[in-house]
């Protein structure tokens, strides 16, 4: 069945009437129509700027003129070909309580629990899975090729070919744990699969890690079933204010907004995700994004030189790396993975992530790239740590 909105929403979710807010009618005057306290916080010494933001109104829940500098952002680094009449604007988007929040709204937004199913591309994230196991919905999996980690785009249309109920399939790009971009040819392949009554979503929490231009958002009015995710977690530096970001038609990203809870997004994230996304902050994000990407080709180049690190096993394209460990022969080892693991973690107090269970990746380590005097430490705790095994 070709993509179709009317069909593809659950039919409960289509036909919500988003939620109307107190102050969606009226935003001046003596407010008594919130039941909020108008004494003001129960905080005494709360100082100017903590005034200024009103924290005992509700928060606002359109977020208008934090989507508008997202879409500034993302329209000025696009690179695509996109007509006029398909450029991005806050009507496409859905914020989320970080992309967690998003991946789980897409997924309560069009499947059935019991019924439908989600598409993975293993080794993957692990909160599709969860959130697809929440909601009682089946789980499809087609491997990433395992040489390249790139998907296998004529896998997944068969896969999808087969079982009319997958609804979503998700895609990490740049892939966590590989650190791999995938290249748009393979996605558009499944893109233009005019079978397929169901999105393709394009995860793009590491996407300012990859060379500028990367990112698929802009492209969601071209492609309607292209749902792009991004976060303000990794690349913005802002994990704890748990800020997603959902792009989708408008069409869509109204459904999303009308599911979402009205005010899911705080008072505080949005004043400091505004700031992030101003122009200023922007520039310096992008020198951020340079120095730790050159701190990243370091960290490749001096984890080469150790005789137990046999390879890259994913890309540079996100803000971590996954090496392979081997052992004395050569082979890959995750048992001496795990011990180089355990014994950063417990001896030295450096702590990276052991990911020698996943799919294609016997041997690995996933290492994020910190400061430098952090990644100066890492290597010299790797080193020490290592030499136990040769
Ligand atoms: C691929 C991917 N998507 C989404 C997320 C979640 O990000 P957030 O902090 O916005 O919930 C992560 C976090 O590690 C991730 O690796």
């Keep these: 069945m070709p993509f179709n909105l009317n ?214 009015n071209k492609y309607p079933n292209l749902v792009v995710m991004q976060t303000l977690s990794k690349s913005f530096g802002l994990a704890a204010i748990r800020l997603g970001i959902t792009f989708a038609t408008k069409r869509l990203a109204g459904i999303l907004n009308a599911l979402k809870a009205p005010y899911n997004i705080s008072t505080l994230t949005s004043s400091v995700a505004t700031r992030a996304v101003s122009p200023q902050s922007i520039k310096h994000m992008r020198e951020v994004v340079q120095l730790l990407n050159s701190e990243r080709s370091r960290l490749v180049d001096e984890l080469l030189k150790f005789p137990n690190v046999s390879k890259l096993l994913g890309g540079e394209s996100a803000n971590f790396l996954l090496v392979q460990v081997v052992d004395k022969k050569g082979d890959p080892s995750s048992e001496d993975a795990k011990y180089i693991y355990e014994k950063l973690a417990t001896t030295k107090g450096v702590v990276i992530r052991y990911r020698g269970n996943e799919l294609g990746c016997p041997g690995g380590l996933r290492i994020t790239v910190g400061t430098k005097e952090e990644n100066d430490i890492l290597l010299e705790k790797f080193q020490d740590v290592s030499k136990d095994l040769l």
């Design 7 to 220: 069909t593809l929403v659950r039919p409960n979710i289509l036909a919500l009437e988003p939620y109307r807010c107190a102050r969606d009618d009226f935003k001046e005057g003596i407010l008594l129509d919130a039941n909020e306290n108008a004494h003001g916080p129960a905080i005494q010494d709360l100082d100017d700027e903590e005034q200024l933001l009103q924290l005992h109104r509700y928060p606002d829940p359109h977020q208008l003129e934090l989507k508008k500098l997202i879409v500034e952002f993302r329209n000025a680094e696009n690179v695509f070909d996109v007509d006029k009449q398909d450029i991005i604007t806050p009507e496409n988007l859905c914020l989320g309580v970080g992309s967690d929040e998003s991946i789980d709204a897409l997924i309560r937004t069009v499947c059935r629990p019991t019924k439908d199913k989600l598409l993975i591309c293993p080794p993957t994230y692990g909160m599709y899975s969860i959130c697809a196991t929440i909601n009682e919905v089946e789980i499809v999996k087609v491997p990433l090729n395992l040489d390249t980690f790139q998907i296998d785009p004529e896998e997944i249309n068969k896969a999808i070919a087969n079982d009319p109920t997958i609804k979503i399939v998700y895609i990490t790009t740049p892939g966590n744990p590989t650190g791999t971009l995938i290249d748009f040819k393979l996605i558009e392949k499944v893109l233009n699969n005019e079978n397929f009554n169901g999105v393709v979503v394009a995860d793009e929490a590491y996407v300012d890690f990859a060379p500028v231009g990367s990112s698929l958002a802009t492209l969601v």
